[in-house]
Every structure is written in C-alpha cells, then in structure tokens.
C-alpha cells in the first residue's frame, strides 16, 4: 500500500480503479499552488470533476519530485490550471473578429479616401453629421469601447455563459449595424472638428485600430468569462470587441448615406 498521499494520488490515478476522490489529497500544506482537476475535458462544465491539488513543502520530502510523476501522470486527461483557456478565444472566435476588424477598418479608410475639404464638411442637414463628423465619431469610440471591453475584464470572472457563442456573437454585429434602429451618442464620443483633413482622420483611426488588431492577435486574455452590461444586454469582453468592429461598420454606413445624398459636392471634372 502507497504511504504517501501523492504516492496514493499517482496509484489512484493510473491504478484504473477508484478514480480521484477529494480525499486523496492532505488538508493541511505550508505552501500551496493551486492546480485544478478535472476528469471530464471543462473544468466548469456541470457533472466535470472540480478540486484542488495543493501542493506544497511538508514533512513529506519528495512531495515534489513526486507531484511531477503525478502531473505527467494526468496530464493526457485533463490537468487545467486555474487560469485554463477555457475563457479564451479559440482559433475560430479569433479568426472571426479579426476578420471583423480588419473588413471594418478596410471599409472605413476606402469611404473617407479622397475626400475633398468640400465634402468632408457638407452636412445633408443641420442636424445631421458632416462625413467630417462621422468618421470622428468612429474614431472616438474606437478607444472608447476598447476601453469598455478591459473594464469588463476586470468584472469577477463566472461560467462561460450560454450567450457566449458564434450564433449570439452574429446576432450583436447584424444588430449593431442594423441602422433603422437610432441611438444617441454618449458625450465623449460627439465629434468636434478634431480632424481637420480626412488625411487626419486615417493616420488616427488606423493608428488605433491597429492597435487593437495586435491585442486581439495576441492576447490569452479570458474575454469570454468575464461579462459586464452591453448595449441591448450582457456581453462578454470578446463581445464588446465585436461591438466595436460592427460599430465602425455601422457608421461607415452612415458615411456612404451622406455621400450619395443628391446634395453631396462633386469632383470637379469626374462627374463624382
């Protein structure tokens, strides 16, 4: 019979008989690291098998050396620390919204290219923003709602919500680009003649977005289980990312609504 309870541990785990009990392990460490268990493949996942190996310095010398044999032991089936993927993006949820990002700054920089000083500042009415304003207000909120989505991480982090999926992340960008629903803009994101020239308005907007673009490539932050209130409900932090894209979409929308307004200044000598 094993005398040590990481020698019981290793002979629980690959003896193939018992399975791995809240007993197998001793109440009392000095020092512990934290190592979550799971049986099942989702350390939250109901039914999956959720505890804590506290490993540490005791009476026991190998207790180390002996813990590597443990973790080598278990680690084919499913050994996830506490700061496990399980919140993080997959390669499909990163490919998404970089794709959401990088169509929507494409698009963006192609409404405002060339625009004349004429243009850039006609307004189809009083109460209706310029192209000028437009794409500041897309700039604004670019920082803005980034900014949002790093608050949210800060939120304890719960079970991955149900909400948090491809078909629910495709209904918020078609819902933030639908334009037959109006809003308001909050106060720091209504424009103020910041960008003088539409030259202006790329270097800035691309600036930023590109910044966001090299978080979304390399962050392992857990976006999805941390969630925070959103426009028609809660998001999570990688939904707030997708806010921002289809909000860049939404009004770049906006921009082509005024330059096909039959008002709208055209080139002189291109007919456009």
């Not at 690291?33 to 804590?52: C, D, F, S």
């Not at 629910?168 to 629903?181: E, F």
Request: include cysteine; proline fraction near 7%.
């Amino acid at each position: 019979m094993p005398k040590t309870w990481a020698d019981r541990a290793i002979a629980t785990l690959v003896g193939g008989s018992g399975g791995l009990t809240q007993n197998t392990f001793p109440p009392a460490i000095i020092t512990a690291i934290p190592v979550q268990i799971n049986l099942i493949g989702h350390p939250r996942r109901p039914g999956a098998y959720r505890g804590q190996v506290m490993v540490g310095l005791g009476k026991e010398g190998n207790t180390m050396k002996k813990l590597a044999l443990l973790l080598c032991a278990v680690t084919p089936f499913a050994i996830v620390p506490l700061f496990a993927a399980e919140g993080r993006m997959t390669a499909d949820e990163r490919a998404y919204l970089l794709d959401q990002l990088e169509t929507s700054k494409k698009n963006m920089l192609a409404s405002i290219q060339g625009v004349t000083a004429e243009q850039w500042k006609f307004k189809p009415a009083p109460a209706v923003w310029s192209v000028q304003e437009v794409a500041e207000h897309i700039i604004l909120a670019e920082d803005y709602i980034f900014g949002g989505s790093q608050q949210i991480l800060k939120i304890p982090a719960v079970d991955r919500p149900a909400s948090s999926n491809a078909e629910v992340d495709k209904k918020i960008v078609a819902g933030v680009q639908d334009r037959s629903k109006k809003a308001t803009a909050p106060e720091p994101l209504v424009p103020g003649a910041k960008f003088a020239t539409p030259d202006d308005a790329i270097r800035e907007f691309t600036a930023r977005r590109d910044n966001t673009i090299a978080y979304v490539k390399t962050t392992n932050d857990e976006l999805r289980v941390h969630v925070g209130p959103g426009p028609a409900g809660p998001m999570d932090a990688y939904q707030a990312l997708l806010l921002l894209a289809s909000h860049s979409a939404r009004h770049t929308a906006q921009i082509r609504e005024v330059e096909a307004n039959t008002g709208y200044p055209r080139k002189s000598g291109s007919g456009l």
